[in-house]
T-cell receptor, first 112, second 116 residues
Framework: KQEVTQIPAALSVPEGENLVLNCSFT??????LQWFRQDPGKGLTSLLL?????REQTSGRLNASLDKSSGRSTLYIAASQPGDSATYLC???????????FGSGTRLSIRP | DTGVSQNPRHKITKRGQNVTFRCDPI?????LYWYRQTLGQGPEFLTY????????KSRLLSDRFSAERPKGSFSTLEIQRTEQGDSAMYLC??????????????FGQGTRLTVV
C-alpha cells in the first residue's frame, strides 16, 4: 500500500531564498510522481510531472527530482517570491497506474 | 479546452438530505478521479473511472456514496442521507491513459460541501 509523507508540514522563509520541499513514498514501483500547488480554498494546479524513467523535471524556477530507489522526491524553488506562498502537494501512483496517493502537503509562506 | 469543470462550487445542505455534484473532465481524457479533502489534509482517493467503467472504489466510499460516468464523459457523485462528517472539499481530476502509466492529472476547482 502506497503511503506518501511530506516534511515539513509548514515552512516560512524570507523572500529571495532558495528552498527545498521533501516528499517520500513507500512503494518504489511508481509510474510517475506529480507535484501540485494549492491556494487556500482552491483546487490543485499541476506544477511538474516526473515519469519513473526520469530523474528530474524543470519548469521556470521549479525543479523536481525523483529517486525511486530511495523513495524520495524533492521540489526545489529558486529565488522564492511572496506569490509562491501556497500548499505544495506531491502525489505518487502505485504499480497499478490507477489511483494516485497524496501526501498531506507542505504549507509554504514567503515573507516579503 | 477550459480544463476540468466542477459544479456547484459550493453546496450547503441539511443533514439527511441528498446532494449531487457534477464533473466535466478535459474532453479527450479517458480517466476521471474523485477525491475528498478535509482541512489541512491531502486529498483522499474515492473512486476512478476509465471511460464509463468504474475501476476502483475506496473503502472510504460508503454505501451512501455513488458515482457514475455515463457515456464516458461527465461524471456525477451523489451522497445520500448526508452527515456532518461528509463536510469537505470534493475534487475531480482527469487524465489521459495510453496504456503505459497514468498521464498528468488535472484537477478542477472542487465543490465545497457543508452539512449543517
Amino acid at each position: 500500500k502506497q503511503e506518501v509523507t511530506q516534511i515539513p508540514a509548514a515552512l516560512s522563509v524570507p523572500e529571495g531564498e532558495n528552498l527545498v520541499l521533501n516528499c517520500s513514498f513507500t512503494d518504489s514501483a511508481i509510474y510517475n510522481l506529480q507535484w501540485f500547488r494549492q491556494d487556500p480554498g482552491k483546487g490543485l494546479t499541476s506544477l511538474l510531472l516526473i515519469q519513473s524513467s526520469q530523474r528530474e523535471q524543470t519548469s521556470g524556477r521549479l525543479n523536481a527530482s525523483l529517486d525511486k530507489s530511495s523513495g524520495r522526491s524533492t521540489l526545489y524553488i529558486a529565488a522564492s517570491q511572496p506569490g509562491d506562498s501556497a500548499t505544495y502537494l506531491c502525489a505518487a501512483g502505485g504499480s497499478s497506474a490507477s489511483k494516485i496517493i497524496f501526501g498531506s502537503g507542505t504549507r509554504l509562506s514567503i515573507r516579503p | 479546452d477550459t480544463g476540468v469543470s466542477q459544479n456547484p462550487r459550493h453546496k450547503i445542505t441539511k443533514r439527511g438530505q441528498n446532494v449531487t455534484f457534477r464533473c466535466d473532465p478535459i474532453s479527450e481524457h479517458n480517466r476521471l478521479y474523485w477525491y475528498r479533502q478535509t482541512l489541512g489534509q491531502g486529498p483522499e482517493f474515492l473512486t476512478y473511472f476509465q471511460n464509463e467503467a468504474q475501476l476502483e472504489k475506496s473503502r472510504l466510499l460508503s454505501d451512501r456514496f455513488s458515482a457514475e460516468r455515463p457515456k464516458g464523459s461527465f461524471s456525477t457523485l451523489e451522497i445520500q442521507r448526508t452527515e456532518q462528517g461528509d463536510s469537505a472539499m470534493y475534487l475531480c481530476a482527469s487524465s489521459l491513459y495510453r496504456g503505459q502509466g497514468r498521464g498528468e492529472a488535472f484537477f478542477g476547482q472542487g465543490t465545497r460541501l457543508t452539512v449543517v
